[in-house]
């Protein structure tokens, strides 16, 4: 098997069973759109971290930005005293209204593209720089993907994705609640290998998030929690009692299922 093989492999390993999907009352698929919002917020009030340090490294003086699925400006918006103008791609038209609304306050000319990566690649233009956070978990296809990001950057790409796949968090509540085992993979050494199979040869550098909290109530975590693993809503004092075992801090709740602390900053010319 192909390292491509072995990453889309892997990731249809998290499709959850049909009979646990067909008897929850409520989507799964929950998009924590305060999460999103929030994290966007701290990373432009205090920017930090190696994909922060590489985009204006690439960006130098000045310079223009294309995030791949930006959501709220998390991964281009804290670099915005040194971008000219940015084009910002998004599945969520909710998101991508919060990017706007951060663009403008910060003066930063932009664009907002509804969409798909690469679906909606031909709709805009060759950047300076291409930044990528926490995408990949998603993409099973890489070759198109990888190959639309390299063609629309002039001087860098930028990906960002959590060490481990972000959904490995929840494995134990699945184990408890469902008595299933879950993926532990694919994960960033996969993403490497499947990259150079590809012809890229991107620096590595993994690094650590300071703790933040996600959530501004543990009981929110706790419902989008439950949610995730297809659970009824009289569920939620049971999901919260397994949290609290699993010595999730309820000050500073983490959004489990999402980026991780851990993270690694993958980027090629």
């Known amino acids: 098997m192909t390292a491509l093989e072995n990453w889309s ?3 249809a390993g998290w499709a959850i069973p049909e009979h646990i999907l067909a008897a929850a009352t409520e989507s799964p698929w929950v998009l924590p759109h305060a999460v999103f919002v929030r994290r966007a917020d701290r990373h432009v009030l205090s920017p930090t971290g190696a994909s922060y340090a590489e985009l204006r490294k690439a960006l130098g003086d000045s310079g223009t930005v294309l995030d791949i699925g930006a959501a709220a400006g998390a991964g281009s918006l804290p ?7 940015v084009t910002a791609i998004d599945v969520n038209e909710r998101l ?3 990017f706007g609304e ?3 306050a910060l003066g930063v000319p932009h664009r907002l593209v509804e969409g798909l990566w690469p679906d909606v690649a031909e709709q805009v233009d060759v950047v300076d720089v291409v930044v990528c956070a926490h995408v990949l978990y998603n993409v099973p296809d890489l070759a198109p993907f990888v190959a639309a990001l390299t063609g629309h950057a002039r001087r860098r790409v930028i990906v960002e994705i959590s060490e481990a796949h972000p959904l490995t968090a929840l494995n134990p509540l699945w184990r408890r609640f469902h008595g299933i085992e879950r993926p532990e993979g694919p ?12 012809g890229v040869e991107p620096e590595v550098t993994r690094w650590s998030k300071a703790a933040a909290p996600e959530y501004q109530r543990f009981d929110e975590l706790v419902d989008v929690t439950r949610r995730r693993l297809c659970l009824p809503s009289d ?3 049971e999901v919260g009692a397994a949290l609290r075992e699993l010595d999730v801090d309820t000050r500073t709740p983490p959004d489990l299922g999402s980026s991780g602390r851990n993270v690694v900053t993958l980027s090629w010319s």
Do not use: C, F, K, T
């Open 9 to 11: 492999a892997q990731l």
């Open 79 to 85: 670099a915005a005293e040194a971008i000219e103008h």
């Open 96 to 98: 991508l209204g919060e």
């Open 102 to 104: 951060r663009a403008v």
């Open 187 to 198: 994960n960033a050494d996969d993403a490497v290998a499947a990259l150079r199979e590809l």
């Open 235 to 237: 569920a939620a004092s």
